[in-house]
């Protein structure tokens, strides 16, 4: 089970952190991936983690530079640093894990979080 929160109204160039919260002991074994959804849109990738061992990471072309994905596998925990916010980043942000590769595409994730909505005022 994934728990997400964090999210809230932040004023365009602020930051944000959203945390997303895993049960179970088997957290190090999953990829981790952070979608979200704009209203209107589809579900986008916007960033991901590998197991850990190596920590790679991927991010989406939009939010590279300014996000950051980080996870700590004591806590089962990831997190998702957002700076210089910018309107378009409004949407719902959910974090997903990935029994296999922290992958970018939505439909190779195994489990979703509830979702935690962020929005970015101009």
């Known amino acids: 089970q994934l728990q997400a929160c964090g999210g809230g109204l932040v004023q365009a160039g602020g930051s944000l952190r959203l945390s997303c919260a895993a049960s179970?002991?088997?957290?190090?074994?999953?990829?981790m991936g952070w979608f979200r959804e704009a209203q209107g849109k589809e579900r986008e990738f916007v960033a991901a983690i590998s197991r850990s061992g190596g920590g790679a990471t991927y991010y989406a072309d939009s939010v590279k530079g300014r996000f950051t994905v980080s996870r700590d596998n004591a806590k089962n925990t990831v997190y998702l640093q957002m700076n210089s916010l910018k309107p378009e980043d409004t949407a719902v942000y959910y974090c997903?894990?990935?029994?296999?590769?922290?992958?970018?595409?939505?439909?190779?994730?195994?489990?979703w979080g509830q979702g935690t909505e962020v929005t970015v005022s101009s």
């Open positions: 997903a894990a990935d029994l296999m590769v922290a992958s970018t595409v939505a439909r190779a994730y195994d489990y």
């Open positions: 179970g002991d088997t957290f190090s074994r999953y990829g």
